[in-house]
């Protein structure tokens, strides 16, 4: 069992930045991600972190302008948010699990209950 808790949502401007957080607690995992969801849309990948080989990817809308990374001694993983837009605007969650494609919803197991973060232009 793993336990995801994300942190760090809130309210910015275009242009603005924001760091979220995700704190993580239990069994051991391969593939750590992020995934948002905007109101009326599917929830898409943003983006993950492989545990073996430290290798990260990202969806091509936020290529360049998000980094993610892993604190693994806080058992913390990181969304660092930059240039964001009104098109950020979604509920992000943080999602644990055994991935060979990382944007496969269905590989991940565990899930986080979301930090909401809102961009006003």
């Known amino acids: 069992q793993v336990q995801l808790v994300e942190s760090g949502g809130g309210s910015v401007q275009d242009g603005g930045s924001l760091t979220l957080s995700c704190a993580i607690s239990g069994d051991t995992y391969t593939t750590l991600a992020w995934f948002r969801q905007a109101p009326g849309k599917e929830r898409e990948g943003v983006g993950a972190f492989f545990t073996g080989s430290y290798n990260t990817y990202y969806a091509d809308s936020v290529k360049g302008r998000f980094t993610i990374s892993r604190d693994a001694a806080k058992k913390t993983l990181y969304l660092q948010m930059n240039l964001l837009t009104p098109e950020d605007a979604a509920m992000y969650y943080c999602?644990?699990?055994?991935?060979?494609?990382?944007?496969?919803?269905?590989?991940?197991?565990?899930w986080g209950q979301g930090t909401q973060v809102t961009v006003s232009s």
């Open positions: 999602a644990a699990g055994y991935a060979r494609l990382w944007y496969s919803q269905s590989d991940y197991l565990y």
